[in-house]
């Protein structure tokens, strides 16, 4: 049975590229850019980084199972790469960018299937949690496909598409970046047939320089959207007209006050929310308001699909906090750990969960560093401080070099509070501060590894 993806032949038309068979093989049943992941039959895409060059990898990927390569015109000859094909009878496909390369040929691949209905979300905060609740959903009543974990960038983007298979009908895929120009590039290699944004924040705002920046990246996920096809907009966000300007497709508006199906939603604290949808309570397991305005995000999609209120509440109530995202976990203390990554708008949202959450015990409060918002960290930080001068916090803990502006508010506003850049220190002073019963809240931007403290806080052990 032939389980290629794609065959070399055409693959390397469509590219245009340069080819060189020193083996029988006619395709590729996977792809990989990491040789460590390559399996039997894999098409490894060799990538220029930072750190490394994929191009050096390319024998460990020959080794591995890979049947090919694809490379760089101008990496052949430093890595001698021609002799290593011939020599381990292997197939390169020469191409000018392999990263383009790689995104050429998911474009070309997806374009294969035209029946799935394909689903890109994207905006500043609640993508992957959105993307989860509208598979849990979806799943219900049609074959579904999501990207795994946060493959949603220039390079993970084209490593999920190629997860699609004959049997699918329906496909989700969140849309992230980190550089100008990101989501255009691999929202033309999806060309969803519906687009959503959940918002428009100021995360990543360093690369972007303004909050006008990220909305017009983030818009343009719709530049691929023909006649036929629906754009999903947050009515709540500050953005919202704007971004329903000069769209081609359908433009709908999504929100609490957008479906007649729902009737209210009660706060039940830690143990989530409680949705009355077409006359059915939905117990919905994440927490705030904006894990519920991502389940309005998650049914506005899958009410395009359709499928059925059912299906809505089914999906809804299989739904848990995914890692890092509002998780809860219990022990000497209940831990809050929503340290997957931080921007103003998720700490604000966050930090008022927690406030308004009716705890017995004290509140303890862990915050870390939100990164990557350039000229507006100070700012932000500042801010930072003025909401947590008014949040009624029995112990605030600030972990970070950014968050120092913060301490410094609160200095003023002659609230207490302890600030560290290390995280032993850290570690220690709180876990001489907590006791049995506590709620802590971790919060912080990922490189600042705040879930360390989980087993401290939980157990007693000390990072």
Not at 194 to 211: C, D, P, V
Not at 352 to 360: A, L, Y
Request: aromatic share 8%.
């Amino acid at each position: 049975m032939n389980t290629n993806l794609l065959g070399f032949n055409e693959l390397s038309d469509f590219l245009g590229s340069r080819r060189f068979a020193f083996s029988a093989a006619n395709g590729f049943s996977s792809i990989a850019i990491d040789s460590r992941k390559v399996n039997e039959g894999s098409l490894f895409f060799a990538l220029p980084g930072a750190s490394c060059d994929g191009h050096q990898f390319v024998v460990d990927a020959f080794n591995g199972g890979a049947v090919g390569a694809v490379v760089e015109s101008s990496k052949i000859e430093s890595f001698d790469l021609l002799n290593i094909a011939q020599k381990l009878n292997k197939q390169l496909i020469v191409v000018e960018n392999s990263l383009k390369g790689l995104q050429d040929s998911a474009k070309f691949y997806v374009k294969r299937f035209n029946k799935i209905k394909k689903i890109g979300i994207t905006g500043s905060s609640g993508k992957t949690t959105t993307k989860e609740i509208t598979g849990a959903i979806i799943s219900c009543e049609k074959n579904t496909i999501i990207n795994k974990g946060n493959l949603n960038s220039d390079t993970g983007l084209p490593l999920s598409v190629f997860e699609i298979r004959d049997e699918h009908e329906v496909g989700v895929f969140e849309l992230g970046m980190n550089r100008p120009g990101e989501i255009s590039e691999i929202a033309n290699i999806l060309k969803p047939n519906i687009a959503l944004i959940t918002n428009i924040g100021t995360a990543h705002i360093e690369f972007f320089g303004t909050k006008d920046g990220i909305f017009n990246e983030k818009k343009s996920i719709f530049n691929y959207l023909t006649n036929n096809d629906v754009a999903l907009i947050p009515q709540n966000d500050d953005y919202a007209e704007k971004l329903a300007q000069g769209v081609t497709g359908n433009v709908k508006f999504y929100g609490t006050k957008c479906f007649k199906e729902f009737e209210c939603a009660r706060s039940l604290g830690l143990d989530g929310t409680e949705i009355s949808w077409a006359g059915e309570k939905i117990h919905f397991a994440l927490g705030g308001q904006h894990s519920l305005d991502d389940a309005m995000a998650a049914i506005a999609i899958a009410k395009e699909i359709p499928v059925s209120n059912k299906a809505i509440k089914q999906g809804l109530e299989s739904v848990k906090p995914l890692f890092g995202r509002l998780e809860i976990i219990k022990g000497r203390t209940t831990v809050i750990r929503d340290c997957y990554n931080a921007n103003p708008e998720s700490v604000t949202k966050s930090i008022e969960f927690c406030n308004s959450v009716n705890w017995p015990a004290r509140k303890v409060y862990v915050i870390a560093d939100m990164l990557e918002l350039g000229d507006t960290s100070k700012n932000e930080h500042s801010k930072l401080g003025e909401l947590l001068s008014v949040s009624k916090i029995d112990g605030l803990f600030l972990f970070g070099k950014e968050i120092e502006v913060t301490a410094e508010i609160l200095k003023n506003n002659n609230k207490q509070y302890f600030h560290t850049n290390d995280m032993g220190a850290l570690s220690d002073t709180l876990d001489r501060y907590v006791q049995a019963g506590d709620l802590v809240l971790l919060k912080g931007s990922r490189s600042c590894e705040l879930e360390r403290l989980t087993p401290m806080l939980t157990e007693g052990r000390n990072v």
